[in-house]
């Protein structure tokens, strides 16, 4: 996916642009029915692709800015001092994210 935002392949979805990122996008798995591999597939294309597109909209400089921008967007940690903590950050919230959403499938089993 390249430089458009992944709420734009769903024309019938309002993004509001003032709401963090995992909220809109919990909003739309809701709406378009995604559960268990599905949503967290969906989840990587959206982050990956919003991520995208604001790194491509700034400059070098400023991508630790950009980083911590995703973390805060996440609910992740935003007083991060480096890209390197960030991602980890971010790479550990996926991890934690994936557990839950394995155990909510096996409560429903």
């Known amino acids: 996916m390249s430089q458009s935002s992944f709420f734009a392949l769903y024309p019938g979805f309002r993004q509001d642009p003032g709401a963090p990122l995992l909220d809109e996008f919990r909003r739309l798995a809701s709406e378009q029915g995604w ?4 949503w ?9 692709a919003e991520f995208e597109l604001r790194l491509g909209s700034i400059e070098v400089g ?10 805060h967007e996440l609910r992740l940690n935003d007083n991060l001092p480096s890209i390197k903590r960030c991602k ?3 790479n550990a919230s996926q991890n934690i994210s994936n557990r839950h ?6 409560k429903e089993d």
């Open 35 to 38: 559960e268990g591999t599905e």
């Open 40 to 48: 967290k597939i969906k989840r990587r294309e959206c982050f990956l």
């Open 62 to 71: 400023n991508k630790l800015a950009a980083w911590q921008g995703l973390c």
């Open 88 to 90: 980890k950050i971010e």
């Open 101 to 106: 959403s394995a155990s909510e499938i096996h």
